[in-house]
């Protein structure tokens, strides 16, 4: 049996009444709330809705390059998102002289020990 047709099996298991929560059950319950209300921004939303216009796109990418790249420096992954979004923010006509002055988040969690970096990724 490969380990693709255990895993299926596995997690049958878990639809199958009187199922008790698993740990990856209660990860995904506890961190719900995050994503959802992303779903619920403004800027995502027009962006499902195909409605966002190239400005409030722009704004919307500058935020987001202010949470990630202080964010992949802190937990010391390779800047990928950000590099993706200084790309994105040229492209859309930004200067990149002037990414580094660009408003950064600086309310990040604790990220110093290997769980805080594992639990924020």
């Excluded at 199922?19 to 994503?35: E, F, I, K, M, V």
């Excluded at 950000?82 to 040229?90: F, R, V």
Aim: with cysteine.
């Amino acid at each position: 049996m490969t380990m693709i047709a255990k895993r299926t099996a596995a997690d049958a298991d878990g639809c199958r009444e009187g199922h008790t929560p698993s740990c990856h059950d209660g990860l995904r319950a506890a961190t719900q709330a995050p994503p959802q209300r992303l779903h619920g921004h403004s800027g995502f939303s027009a962006i499902l809705d195909g409605t966002i216009g190239p400005n409030d796109y722009r704004a919307l990418l500058v935020r987001l390059y202010g949470f990630y790249q202080p964010f992949e420096l802190a937990v010391g992954l390779e800047p990928i998102r950000t590099c993706w979004l200084e790309k994105d923010l040229t492209w859309l006509g930004l200067d990149p002289a002037s990414l580094p002055g660009l408003p950064r988040c600086t309310d990040l969690p604790p990220l110093t020990t290997p769980d805080q970096r594992l639990g924020a990724l």
